[in-house]
């Protein structure tokens, strides 16, 4: 349960390496099946029994989400569906939940939230509608995936059903979004998914349908063909050229004992001051697509492989005006497929900062490149210090994509919630043609901080030594409270309201103790609850 | 820590009987001074050094803004300062935090944000603007108090700041409320919140008013003259007649070992079967402000008194026409001062029940009498359990008042939220003159389940009996996150986001564990953290 054991989980795959899912195109179709290899899990220590998954599979569906958008742009319509017998799966793998330390729970859960995000912007803004075919029983994790397609059919066979048995058999809440979606985004009456969410054998047929827990319900000897009907309409209402596709090239990182390297983002460590420092450089040429693909993996490496960095210092290296011109040309194309699919791949990325549990100082300074797109990195940052050069060479500049394009998870852009007591403000740095330089930029409200040079290096290390001293959890609570300002949506609830949930209840002993809803699923005893509420 | 410890909390009071708050009338001004008797702690273990709180300071600031809201209609403005030298507020007492259940620190949070919610509220539609007059130092907790207020003034010595010490200093939140104002309701910029609340010493002065902490600073000379300027403009603003003011009568309720009995509300406790009767009966004539009143406490009673109690069974009595009558004039007469104020009391207490953490079934049975106001509380439940009788003589119905006047924490309606799939149905059944039976209730969607007579009991026993086995954190997190559908605003993201992060970090060792910050706090040792972020 170290760090050594998650250091192991691999990040990246290919559908050629896939041990759990099979993808097959047949445009405008594609079919995702998952079939897990039970004796294929990420680490060793459990079985995958009843299609059961963990971060493998995850990342195996995460990687075929990102393919269907880039590299198969003919197909309108995914359907995912179990190819086990009747199962189509039976949600996260307790066994591996019960094993794993707090920091991987949770870790686990927001990128296996993460990936169903990014289920559901394909089906909203990529013209990719996803289906989910539920051939067989449909159990907790298993239902919140069927949650984040757009629709969702269950087989009608007087057995399988879809079911959350998270509270009534763990002790913990269907914590993938399967609250929030259940009464948000499928607008089950609250009554209705209060008992659903209580009654372990779950529900099925027309009383399923009649809840809105599914769409739809067929015959087993009709489910294939009906699944297949519908996932053809859908297709056909995507009518807009896209392809060819692309080539998701792998990203392979050189991985040192200090350091993660890619092409252009390096991670470096320094485990000892438990910082580290995230450095983004294009000045060999701004090819957002493969430095936000760096960029996530660098953000996923660090919140699974090293949980003890505390606070992340970001930086970036290169020519303020080409990243401008690059985002300007992104604007300017983006009804074109594979430019939106890039911008949308950034926001995810932008996203999946917002949300990484570390205290992030951007560090505007010499040669720094905080540019449009890159200004992103800053603006997700807790706070920001800029160098206040003598010259003035130091400058942050903003592009056409600081507008609304790279938004947060509960709408709004970055510039919107910095700026919610002055609205006006965000729209008048996005329209700004020329670049700040440290007075213009602290005027703006753009920095937290600019510093002369002569006070530079003592500021920075003091505010990065303090901030490091802090508790980890009350930074992490404070940075999730502080980071999102202004009205929330279904998604930013999953991860606020339900997330935040979820973790008080890993952390309490009637699910994680020795005698524990969750520590004691699948053996004889019955847990032990400590009965007061709270 | 037991029970026994917090069953001793006394919940009302009367200016009186105060020994931390004095409350001066001076129309259209009132005065409230915090100075806290340091040696009167609600329960005997600490002092109540520097103007520091408990829940028995806390009891005494709701009772006075209750009464201020009824019994001095004249007064339009309030000011609340600190009586001691050189301090306004040092916050909730770290002492009794430390030595604290979770379960009684979590329902002391919650207790005291609704107070300042309930602040919020009189400043927003009673008519009674308040103002922060921080006279001295303003840490944590303190700051919190200020920021429920409308307009917050420091006074500029030099010396005193406002700070939100809590994440440095013990290694929890400010999480009455503290981060989410901070950046929705004050709209301070997220870096400048970051800084503002790692730091413990606070922020004065100039920078203060800069940041947006404070709305204006004026030296100590000059202080209190300049807040009772502002304060007497500000009561200017209220031209509309109110009063005169009306004496809100004790409610004394008898209290035996199983049941709380007041006038019209009668809570019967189920120790071994851990679950609790609510009856609400108003056969003799209904009286909203008393029963809403009777209501209100036998909430706070339950939350702190019995927190072995996991499942409420909530029930009425009475004459259903009878209330959608009195419902109509409290409808019609809206305009008026006392009318007004008293839907504001309901609808203060629906959302107390709300945000109550105790699974709550409604019961609709024979001479029940959910009507209109009163069934806002089985629309407040979780679910709905209604007999449908042979006669058809069991009914609910609807009145005015459930079209919005008493809304929940995020603002809709409990019918809006209930039909957020359809919302033209809320609007019918508001507007429905003709009561519901079991059938028509089932058939708008107002019950869970509506049951025949034969099956009537051992239907309900069972609900319960499985109800009150499920583990108590689950259920817990699981109703606080299918009862708020819809989008949220900062009233929720408080009870939301920031008090179930709170939570979290209230379980974890490096808070509560015996290294951690909150127990070690003023004692020589540092704490000992794990260093894991999640």
Known sequence: MGPS????????????????????????????TLAVDEESPAVPG???????????????????????????????????TGGLDRVFCAGANIHMLATSSHSFKVNFCKYTNETRLAIEDASAHSGQHYLAACNGTTAGGGYELALACEEIYLVDDGNSAVSLPEVPLLGVLPGTGGLTRLVDKRKVRRDLADVFAT????????????????????????FQESLRERALTLAALETQPKGPGIVLEPLAPEVTSDAVR????????????????????????????????????????????????????????????????????????????????????????LRRLDLTARSLFAVVDEHSCFAGSLLEIALASDRIY?????????????????????????????????????PAR???????????????????????AAVDEIDWEDE????????????????????????????ENADAKVFGRLSAWQNWIFSRPNATGERGALTLYGKPERPQFNWRRT
């Open 460 to 487: 920075l290390r003091v505010a990065v030594e303090e901030r490091a001293s802090l508790s980890p959890d009350a930074l992490t609570g404070m940075e999730a409270n502080l980071r999102f300002a202004g009205a």
């Open 199 to 222: 009654l372990a054998e779950g529900i099925k047929g027309k009383r399923a349908v009649e809840w809105r827990l599914v769409d739809g319900v067929f015959p087993k000897s009709r």
């Open 262 to 349: 890619y092409r252009h983002v390096t991670l470096r460590l320094n485990h000892a001051g438990r910082t580290a420092e995230l450095t983004v450089n294009v000045s060999g040429g701004y090819s957002p697509l493969r430095v936000f693909r760096e960029l996530d993996d660098a953000l996923l490496r660090l919140r699974l492989h090293y949980d003890e960095i505390g606070l992340v210092i970001l930086k970036t290296r290169g020519d303020l005006e080409h990243v401008r011109q690059v985002d300007e040309d992104l604007y300017q194309g983006r009804g074109e497929w594979l430019t939106r699919e890039t911008v949308l791949l950034m926001a995810r990325t």
């Open 386 to 422: 800029m160098l206040r050069d003598s010259e003035g060479c130091v400058r942050m500049a903003s592009s056409p994509l600081n507008g609304g394009l790279l938004p947060m998870t509960h709408g709004p852009s970055r510039l919107q919630v910095r700026f919610l007591a002055d």
């Open 5 to 32: 054991r998650s250091a192991g989980y691999a990040l990246e795959t290919h559908p050629q390496q896939y041990r759990h899912w099979r993808l097959a195109i047949e445009p405008p179709l594609a079919t995702l």
């Open 46 to 80: 459990y079985k995958l029994k009843l299609n059961s998954y963990d971060l493998g599979v995850d990342v195996e569906l995460a990687d075929a989400v990102a393919r269907l958008r880039f590299e198969h742009p003919e197909v309108r319509a995914v359907i995912i």
């Open 426 to 448: 965000a729209e008048e740095i996005v329209a700004e043609s020329e670049p700040f330089d440290a007075g213009a930029a602290e005027e703006a409200g753009l920095v937290t």
